[in-house]
């Protein structure tokens, strides 16, 4: 059985920092490139960060770009975003995919609140 599960979601004030971790199982972790999405609310979800399946590239928008950074541990099964400089617009639901050749798949996500 496919899983992904999200945790380190939480309140954070302005300025702070969060990890947020995947934990993927039931499919061959290494052979999927992994991306994190966020989405807010009356907002569509919009992707975040990527890392291909070796970890050798990363990818992410001008919005986060040096404030987020995405890793990953193929001998755990788990991805990684490291959120800094956190402002109120981080604000969402953040949500790890992992895409295959002939697969993708979804976490149920994390929420995540930047408030003071």
């Known amino acids: 059985q496919v899983q992904l599960v999200e945790s380190g979601g939480g309140l954070v004030q302005p300025g702070g920092s969060l990890r947020l971790s995947c934990a993927a199982s039931?499919?061959?972790?290494?052979?999927?490139?992994m991306s994190w999405y966020r989405q807010a609310p009356g907002k569509e979800r919009e992707l975040v960060a990527f890392?291909?399946?070796?970890?050798?590239?990363?990818n992410y928008p001008d919005s986060v770009k040096g404030r987020f950074r995405i890793s990953r541990d193929n001998a755990k099964n788990t991805v990684y975003l490291q959120m800094n400089t956190l402002k109120p617009e981080d604000t969402a639901v953040y949500y790890c995919?992992?895409?295959?050749?002939?697969?993708?798949?979804w976490g149920q996500g994390t929420q995540v609140t930047v408030s003071s």
């Open positions: 039931g499919f061959s972790f290494s052979n999927y490139h």
């Open positions: 995919k992992a895409r295959g050749q002939l697969s993708e798949y």
């Open positions: 890392i291909t399946g070796a970890g050798d590239i990363t």
